[in-house]
Antibody, heavy 122, light 112 residues
Framework: QITLKESGPTLVKPTQTLTLTCTFS??????????VGWIRQPPGKALEWLAL???????RYSPSLKSRLTITKDTSKNQVVLTMTNMDPVDTATYYC??????????????WGQGTLVTVSS | QSVLTQPPSVSGAPGQRVTISCTGS?????????VHWYQQLPGTAPKLLIY???NRPSGVPDRFSGSKSGTSASLAITGLQAEDEADYYC????????????FGGGTKLTVL
């Protein structure tokens, strides 16, 4: 059974750096093809893809946020970490991590974490 | 402004059929990239509903179906039930810039 859970601060101040951790079980990020991505959703708004990391450490970023994002993995801990610099109130959102079973552009996000709400405010 | 365009809302009475459209462009759906659909019940995380344009994951009722043609895709729900009231999102891949995964703006389904 695949599960994912996001953790991190619920409140950050403008200009600070956000660090979120996705802890998962039921799969390994050392398995060929597997990936974990991050997606966010501002309150009442649509989903937005942020970043993705594959088993082979291939990393992809949203072009509009690339300069602010870093994604890393710790295979031994079954964790993926996302950092976002220079946080702004518009970054207030629920942040989700999600599993992808194969390498490739056509693969869906088939399992999602419950999400964690991050508020950016002074 | 989302790369994939969905109607903000649709509605239908119990038992009826509704469709939700997802319109893209030549750099995403029109380029042949698969479309996936997610259902987001109030206060919960998205759940994969349709993958690869028209495939249902195990456990998804066959009342839900997907199709794709040209630069657009559609989600159809037949035999509407009150429990179907949710937000629905389409998702694909866009090859512009350095390539990225894209979601539609979401459609709120109201069961009357």
């Amino acid at each position: 059974q695949i599960t994912l859970k996001e953790s991190g601060p619920t409140l950050v101040k403008p200009t600070q750096t956000l660090t979120l951790t996705c802890t998962f079980s039921g799969f390994s990020l050392s398995t060929s093809g597997v990936g974990v991505g991050w997606i966010r959703q501002p309150p009442g708004k649509a989903l937005e893809w942020l970043a993705l990391i594959y088993w082979n450490d291939d990393k992809r970023y949203s072009p509009s946020l690339k300069s602010r994002l870093t994604i890393t993995k710790d295979t031994s801990k079954n964790q993926v970490v996302l950092t976002m610099t220079n946080m702004d109130p518009v970054d207030t959102a629920t942040y989700y991590c999600a599993h992808r079973r194969e390498y490739g552009d056509y693969v869906p996000f088939d399992y999602w974490g419950q999400g964690t709400l991050v508020t950016v405010s002074s | 402004q989302s790369v994939l365009t969905q109607p903000p809302s649709v509605s239908g009475a119990p038992g009826q059929r509704v469709t939700i459209s997802c319109t893209g462009s030549s750099s995403n759906i029109g380029a042949g990239y698969d479309v996936h659909w997610y259902q987001q019940l109030p206060g919960t995380a998205p759940k994969l509903l349709i993958y690869g344009n028209s495939n249902r994951p195990s456990g998804v009722p066959d009342r839900f179906s997907g199709s794709k043609s040209g630069t657009s895709a559609s989600l159809a729900i037949t035999g509407l039930q009150a429990e179907d009231e949710a937000d629905y999102y389409c998702q694909s891949y866009d090859s512009s810039l350095s390539g990225f995964w894209v979601f539609g703006g979401g459609t709120k389904l109201t069961v009357l």
